[in-house]
T-cell receptor, first 111, second 113 residues
Framework: QKEVEQNSGPLSVPEGAIASLNCTYSDRGSQSFFWYRQYSGKSPELIMFIYSNGDKEDGRFTAQLNKASQYVSLLIRDSQPSDSATYLC???????????WGAGTKLIIKP | NAGVTQTPKFQVLKTGQSMTLQCAQDMNHNSMYWYRQDPGMGLRLIYYSASEGTTDKGEVPNGYNVSRLNKREFSLRLESAAPSQTSVYFCASSEQAGSEKLFFGSGTQLSVL
């Protein structure tokens, strides 16, 4: 069983709609959770991080964490074609700061 | 501000050849990392350097060596390339080990024939 699971997609969402990306993990010791965006042929860039249960909002992006159910989500409101990319979920535990990465979900925003 | 500079961008090797991937950062970061990315798999850590003068193995270190030349530079060497090492390689840096924000280089597409 992979430590970090993401649906590979592609997830197709109409422009202007809400895109919902999900990530589940197996290590209950995980403390920190990150969402990176990776455009095709480019390197990953950090867009959100969350440490506590609940929601964290930054502009059109909202990260949601539920440690009891071991999942973290990323919501993108008012989706734009420029949001089309692969979204990588990553996490770190308190004892090991090496990030563990999911394989990513490819998101396509249709105009 | 260049950030993380990684060379070369593309490389084709024959099995058994050696090469060094170069990485330099100009952000005065303490920690540097080498990852590989393969289709359908997440980024996997090869080696990292938490601070100048230290290096440690990551998840997939076999077949690789690293050198933290100084605070700015962290190189990755393949002594005897194998087809299984065909991948995209990313160098990254962060202010300190455990920092949530990694800054990535543009990547190296390596093919081993």
């Amino acid at each position: 069983q992979k430590e970090v699971e993401q649906n590979s997609g592609p997830l197709s969402v109409p422009e202007g709609a809400i895109a919902s990306l999900n990530c589940t993990y197996s290590d209950r010791g995980s403390q920190s959770f990150f969402w990176y965006r990776q455009y095709s042929g480019k390197s990953p860039e950090l867009i959100m991080f969350i440490y506590s249960n609940g929601d964290k909002e930054d502009g059109r992006f909202t990260a949601q964490l539920n440690k009891a159910s071991q999942y973290v989500s990323l919501l993108i409101r008012d989706s734009q074609p420029s949001d089309s990319a692969t979204y990588l979920c990553a996490l770190a535990s308190e004892s090991n700061y090496q990030l563990i990465w999911g394989a990513g979900t490819k998101l396509i925003i249709k105009p | 501000n260049a950030g993380v500079t990684q060379t070369p961008k593309f490389q084709v090797l024959k099995t058994g050849q050696s090469m060094t991937l170069q990485c330099a950062q100009d952000m005065n970061h303490n920690s540097m990392y080498w990852y590989r990315q393969d289709p359908g798999m997440g980024l996997r850590l090869i080696y990292y350097s938490a601070s100048e003068g230290t290096t440690d193995k990551g998840e997939v270190p076999n077949g690789y060596n690293v050198s933290r030349l100084n605070k700015r530079e962290f190189s990755l060497r393949l002594e005897s390339a194998a087809p299984s090492q065909t991948s995209v390689y990313f160098c990254a840096s962060s202010e300190q080990a455990g920092s949530e924000k990694l800054f990535f280089g543009s990547g190296t597409q390596l093919s081993v024939l």
